[in-house]
């Protein structure tokens, strides 16, 4: 009887010892007998990997967006996924199905076997939609990094252009506890002589020099291209052509850097095709707006300082054209974080939002995210107390909880922000929507 999906997954995620181990060393012996590396495809598709502290999600579905409305058989990976494992593979815009990635899952399992290694769980599961993309001779291939990049295991496959949407500080037990050495492993993806796109100024100088060492033609934004925004649209514009686009579901940031790299990539891309990719694309869970329970929701994975200063300018646009609508809304939160990361830092983005009268939070509602990683709800409830008023903070048992006392604490006209880590997002969205299949 073949395994199902769930079954797969939970077998993948226990025969390693560390749910994150760094290195291609294990890797590429598994992926040289599965036939992925970059000499054994045999169409030669176009790759684009994109590595970043923040934004990786967003530009690289951009990305895939306009090559595919463009007429290129697009694949795209990315994690982590918010409902469905599928989400994370995707050919022309659809998930693989179930039977796609179990045919994968084993595939990759008897190379591993033969081999005679162990993988974790994302090496597997990369090392399977590398396979799967492979056997469906897509033309493009539009890969998102994990962490960091010189040693994640994306980083096997050789990119055509490369893509570093920003550096911040995050993933400091891996990368490094500084911008420069951090930079230094996100530039681990550069190649020789290929595009470099690097979406925020200045570039740290590690990797510029490192982009130097390899020879490659480095575009910065606000240095080689630049960006217009005009309300209903915008303007994008490097040294060769200018455009005026249509505003995105997404941060129009990476779209930008989107477009930039689809610009230096040699595949035949008009403006068209740019056009249609903007307005098709879409993401859950990075500014996404809905209306669920008749109320309304801002979900977002913001997860550290970096990313959260990013979501706030979103956010507080947002919500001063809700209030713009709405003049007696109120604004509720739902939040919680994982235990590894900086929570402080990002409460703080939030604290200052709302003195600077960016925002006006009323109620918060935490809990625990249920992972081993998550922050228990003590120390989420001590570190939210010291930015937000106790009177306005209700700690529940579980985000199901939290989800549902927020739409009894709201009205149809309130604003729900939900916001701390993909985990966050994810529980949020199965209590509102319904458990996932697997």
Known sequence: MQKSLGWWLEYMASIHVSAIDM?????????????????????????????????KGST????????QAAGYKTALYQSPHLLSFTERVRIDGVCVDDKTLIEAFEQVEQARLAEGLSLSFFEMTTLAAFWIFAQASCDVWVLEIGL????????????????????GIDHVDWLGDDIEK???EKAGIIRPNIPVIFGSNPMPASASQIAQQQG???????????????????????AALTMTLPKPKL????????????????????????KTGLDIVQLAGRFDQRIIADRHWIFDVAHNAHGMAFFLEQWAAAWQAHLAIYPEARQKIVFS??????????????????????????????????????????????????????????QHPSLDKAVQ????????????VVFGSFHTISEALIALLGKPYD
Not at 33 to 52: H, T, Y
Not at 251 to 268: D, I, Y
């Open 216 to 238: 490659a033609e480095i575009h910065q934004l606000g240095e080689h291209y630049h960006y217009q925004d005009c309300g209903e649209s915008w303007i994008f514009a490097n």
């Open 251 to 274: 941060s129009l940031l990476n779209a930008v850097n989107a477009v930039a790299a689809v610009l230096a990539s040699p595949l035949a891309i008009d403006l068209a095709a740019v």
């Open 405 to 416: 006392a927020v739409i009894a604490d709201s009205r149809e006209e309130d604003l729900i």
């Open 337 to 394: 974080m994982l235990g590894d990361k900086d929570v402080a830092a990002v409460l703080e983005c939030v604290q200052n939002a709302s003195r600077q009268g960016r925002i006006a939070t009323d109620k918060w509602h935490i809990a625990a995210i249920d992972n081993p990683r998550a922050m228990s709800l003590e120390q989420l409830l001590q570190i939210t107390t010291d930015y937000v008023d106790e009177c306005n903070v209700e």
């Open 182 to 184: 951090i930079a230094a």
């Open 60 to 67: 690289t579905a951009t990305i895939a967006a306009i090559c």
């Open 23 to 55: 290195g291609l060393e294990r890797v590429l012996p598994v992926a040289r007998r599965l036939g992925v590396l970059n000499q054994d495809l045999p169409n030669k598709p176009m790759i684009f990997s994109a590595a970043g502290t923040n934004g």
């Open 148 to 167: 960091g990049g010189r040693l994640d295991v994306v980083n096997i496959i050789d990119p055509d252009v490369a893509v570093i949407t920003n550096i």
